[in-house]
């Protein structure tokens, strides 16, 4: 289960790692701010980045459509790349619906329903799942994930109320390479650095500063593995049916007691 779920807690996303980020040393001729040095942040940057935080903590209810890859190393050191389609649903303070279909096949989805978190997977007609009690809001909840995961907790930084703190918190350089178009939409490039990712974030340019596109590079990782996340669709006036926010397994699944504290045994 942790292989379906893994691509959204390293997730930049779904983002955090594109918010917990910084730049390299580089031959590209780029703008003049680039020269600058590399342990400052700039001005633009910090607007930019404030802009995009602040935006995305603000609301309340949003959907975001993404697809991302992630590269995995293996033993012969070739890098291979792996990926999924991302769907995630978001109301704030404690709902959560994130739905991952993976290019095998398999699909994946976390439900925070306010009460219980619930993690249950597909193929064909197998059906895998586990419940536990749900520690708090969002932000606890993917912390909560996190530790369960092993993994560094990059769900919580980017769904946060506080994004803007958390992110700046991680990041230790970056500066602003210039404008671009990603798929058709004209953004700001950003070059970032943390302690162990660099990252290139490209973020929407005028009243919605939202993530479009993300590349990030583990540094620390041996092969330097990359993930990148491509944000197709991005609603915040989104119409959620109350199903959405609600799991009940079928008569036919199986429970996985991948939780600790599992609840599976008292929904029988």
Request: with cysteine; hydrophobic share 40%.
């Amino acid at each position: 289960m942790k292989k379906f779920i893994l691509p959204l807690m390293i997730l930049v996303v779904t983002l955090q790692t594109s918010v917990r980020a910084q730049v390299t040393d580089t031959d590209y001729d780029v703008a003049p701010a680039a020269t600058m040095d590399k342990t400052e942040i700039g001005k633009d940057v910090l607007d930019i980045l404030t802009r995009m935080t602040k935006f995305i903590s603000g609301a309340q209810a949003y959907t975001i459509v993404s697809e991302m890859g992630y590269e995995v190393l293996q033993t012969n050191g070739q890098r291979l790349e792996f990926g999924s389609h991302i769907t995630a649903s978001l109301r704030r303070p404690s709902q959560a619906n994130v739905r991952f279909d993976n290019r095998d096949g398999e699909n994946a989805t976390i439900v925070l329903d306010g009460d219980r978190i619930s993690i249950f997977s597909t193929r064909g007609n197998a059906h895998v799942y586990d419940v536990t009690r749900q520690p708090g809001d969002i932000d606890a909840s993917f912390v909560f994930l996190a530790e369960q995961l092993g993994t560094a907790d990059q769900l919580h930084h980017f769904f946060s109320i506080d994004l803007t703190d958390s992110m700046m918190s991680m990041l230790k350089s970056g500066y602003y390479i210039g404008e671009a178009t990603i798929a058709g939409v004209l953004c700001d490039n950003l070059a970032l650095r943390s302690e162990d990712e660099d990252v290139q974030m490209w973020v929407t340019k005028g009243d919605k500063p939202v993530p479009r596109r993300i590349v990030v590079t583990y540094k620390n990782l041996e092969g330097q593995p990359q993930f990148w996340a491509l944000f197709e669709e991005w609603n915040f006036s989104p119409t959620f049916s109350e199903s959405i926010f609600s799991y009940s397994p079928p008569a036919h699944a199986d429970p996985i007691y991948f939780f600790q504290d599992s609840l599976v045994d008292e929904l029988e």
